[in-house]
């Protein structure tokens, strides 16, 4: 089964700064997704990244980046000029490419989270 | 689109009363899944549908806990009879059929006493 890895469950960043938050996770696929989901205090999951497994070239979106070491089965989130907005709990998902058959495992799978704190 | 629409925002009930939580998906998605988050097992998948029918309920925790769809625009997640151990947020997400993208809800805290 999959498993998904988020080993340090709080971090700190001084705003203006970058910030990289670690995932790796435990698969035998070859094709799947992985996500950075953000929770603020709000409580509403608000997806941050999303990473193809085939596509070797890192997603980006504004601030955010990723390090996708596939061969590693590591997938970490970096943040630059950190904003006090990006203060939340930030969580690492999986989930197989198999798809919407049935007795396959499409489910998604999330890791614990890690609380990220921005210091003005 | 106005995302995955959740209600109640909050419920607090009394222990024994019956709980029940309701979603409806963004339109056009074929998938639906139910989570619950506590601080101690922190996101648990509690069951998903798709095109309506339930696929996998494996994480419903007990026979309390039960989950319908009787149409693509409704979902309802029912605790009878609720016990404290159910207090959590209780998310609702809705994805594409060929998408992997999970559109979060914003989620009912449930707090039973």
């Known amino acids: 089964a999959q498993t998904v890895t988020q080993s340090q469950p709080e971090m700190s960043v001084q705003e203006a700064e970058t910030v990289t938050l670690s995932c790796t996770y435990d698969t035998s696929e070859s094709d799947y997704y992985l996500f950075w989901y953000k929770q603020p205090p709000s409580r509403q999951m608000i997806l941050v990244i999303r990473q193809e497994a085939y596509k070797q070239q890192n997603a980006t979106e504004n601030r955010f980046s990723v390090n996708f070491q596939k061969a590693a089965k590591s997938f970490s989130l970096k943040i630059s000029d950190s904003q006090l907005g990006d203060a939340a709990m930030y969580f690492c998902?999986?989930?197989?490419?198999?798809?919407?058959?049935?007795?396959?495992?499409?489910?998604?799978?999330f890791g614990k989270g890690t609380r990220l704190h921005i210091l003005p | 689109d106005a995302g995955v629409i959740q209600s109640p925002r909050h419920e607090v009930t009394e222990m024994g009363q019956e709980v029940t939580l309701r979603c409806k998906p963004i339109?056009?998605?074929?998938?639906l899944f139910w989570y619950r988050q506590t601080m101690m097992r922190g996101l648990e998948l509690l069951i998903y549908?798709?095109?309506?029918?339930?696929?996998?309920d494996s994480g419903m925790p007990e026979d309390r806990f039960s989950a319908k769809m009787p149409n693509a625009s409704f979902s309802t997640l029912k605790i009878q009879p609720s016990e404290p151990r159910d207090s959590a947020v209780y998310f609702c997400a809705s994805s594409l059929k060929n998408a992997d993208t999970q559109y979060f809800g914003p989620g009912t805290r449930l707090t039973v006493l």
């Open positions: 339109s056009g998605h074929d998938y």
């Open positions: 549908f798709n095109n309506n029918v339930p696929i996998d």
């Open positions: 998902a999986y989930r197989s490419e198999l798809g919407p058959l049935r007795n396959r495992d499409d489910k998604i799978i």
